[in-house]
């Protein structure tokens, strides 16, 4: 048993959604991170997992050229904020396999509110991009890039409207890291709301650990615990080449799993989203089998 986390049960849930990007085929990520073996490797390192299967969203619906295909994403977030805070309640772990990045407004958006009469909790969000457009900053209108700023209350409001009055995570418990490819508009407004970043060049100075030290003391310091929220562009191509949004010159396998045990270590992890696996354009489960192996070493899994 080399787990660290506090709870025993994880609730595996897919989301195979892949309209809130412009690359098609993430919708299927769910599936090959399972087909890595995800599911029994947990068990073997002392989990017990309950598969609630993919949440699939509505085939049609209606789409704005700022926010292509809302009225779907806000539905699918709609089932995945469901799905969360039913996990959450059970006391299970939540661990959410993506699809685009536009579900972590549904799972960060349920863990926010279920904890909240503890107090706040904090984010870490590993992404070579920012995700913090809204409907009027965004240049692309796809709605992965926008979930980080909803869920801090920066909109848009639509995409975090759950039927119940939403709580936000405070700006001053969310970390970025790994980011390098951020939109002019969309960095201005994660300045303006005092957004704690660590752009990749920080990694490359000071090195992944102590950025991670400093995320997690931001992210763990006062508040009830963390939410990671994983996507795998971070990761540069020659390492995860199945990716919808993919970047050069990103962080290395190596910075990935280093960030991830660190998150595991400091016995602060909540919950967990992990993203845009995208198997048309992988190599051979290449994303999808990395993808497993950031879950398990996020979750404790131990090399030696
Ligand atoms: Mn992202």
Known sequence: MTKLNSKTEIDLIGVQIDFGAAQKGV????LAIRYAGLAQDLAEIGYTVHDRGDIIPPPD???LRHMIRFEQVN?????????VS?????????LVLGGDHSIAAGSVSAVAKHYEPQGEIGVIWIDA????NDDNSTISGNMHGMPFSAVCGWGPDSMVDFGQKP????????????GHDFDVAEAARMKEAGMNVFPIHDIDRRGMSEV?????RIAGEGTVGIHLSFDVDAITPEYAPGTGTPVENGITAREAFLAVEMLAQSGRLISMDLVEVNPILDDKNK???MASELIQLALGKAVY
Not at 129 to 132: E, L, P, R, T, V
Not at 212 to 216: H, L, Y
């Open 61 to 63: 619906g209606m789409s």
């Open 212 to 216: 991670m030290k400093d995320a997690i």
């Open 287 to 289: 994303t999808g089998r």
């Open 75 to 83: 539905a699918t977030n709609k089932q995945l904020y469901d799905a």
């Open 86 to 94: 039913e996990t959450l309640t059970e006391g299970h772990f939540p």
């Open 27 to 30: 919708a299927m990520g769910p």
């Open 129 to 132: 991009h920012g995700d913090w």
């Open 167 to 178: 709580h936000f995570v405070p700006t001053k418990h969310c970390v970025q890291v790994a």
